[in-house]
């Protein structure tokens, strides 16, 4: 299967300030990649659709002022936690599919552990 | 999407056969069965998916019910690793992909 990764793995940092995740396919390139955020004993939850070269799309209810979204190249989508708080601390994964298969299999990166202290 | 449910939490003896069940009645006729499972503190990972036809794969047997309202995901030789949670997901096949997830089953293999 295709690879994609996230950095960092985890990540702890103070209240009030920001922190970058990355999100990369290794192996293959993709148009859209998407943004979950995990809490704990919770399934997954679909946050933004990050797109290539245009604007992110954000789920009802998420701040898009607050999760930075940047997709630059058909490898690599950022999220930005702004001004980060306590209650942000999650478990933020990625996943990525191959843009030229006609069949949409997503991949998912390893997941990135952010808490906010 | 058609929405799926699942059993919230079964148990597989090590080396036994896993078959988790997942049902989705309102299953339309291009939306497509998607097996994803989730180690603890890990990404998702894609497991198997299909449309009508049975799908083996190296991991995992995927049987669809000839009506398409059911599935069962097997595990023919299930171990300790294979504890996860497991998540069935109905999806138009040549859609982005923006996959929503319900509770999945937490399948623990035990020795």
């Known amino acids: 299967g295709a690879v994609v990764s996230q950095h960092p793995s985890w990540v702890i940092c103070k209240s009030g300030t920001s922190v970058k995740i990355e999100c990369r396919s290794l192996d293959f390139q993709a148009t859209t990649m998407f943004w979950y955020r995990q809490f704990p004993k919770q399934s997954l939850m679909l946050m933004a659709t990050?797109?290539?070269?245009?604007?992110?799309?954000?789920e009802q209810g998420v701040e898009k002022d607050k999760f930075l979204i940047n997709h630059a190249s058909l490898t690599l989508s950022t999220l930005t936690v702004t001004s980060a708080h306590p209650e942000d601390s999650s478990f933020y994964i990625c996943s990525a599919r191959p843009w030229d298969r006609q069949i949409s299999v997503a991949f998912f990166g390893q997941g990135t552990r952010l808490t906010v202290v | 999407d058609a929405k799926t449910t699942q059993p919230p939490s079964m148990d597989c003896a090590e080396g036994r056969a896993a078959n988790l069940p997942c049902n989705h009645s309102t299953i339309s006729g291009n939306e497509y069965v998607y097996w994803y499972r989730q180690i603890h503190s890990q990404g998702p990972q894609y497991i198997i998916h299909g449309l009508k036809n049975n799908e083996t794969n190296e991991m995992a047997s995927l049987i669809i019910t000839e009506d398409r309202k059911s599935s069962t995901l097997i595990l023919p030789h299930a171990t300790l690793r294979d504890t996860a949670v497991y998540y069935c997901i109905v999806r138009v096949g040549g859609s982005q992909g923006n996959l929503i997830f319900g509770k999945g089953t937490k399948l623990s293999v035990k020795p």
């Open positions: 990050s797109n290539e070269g245009s604007k992110a799309t954000y």
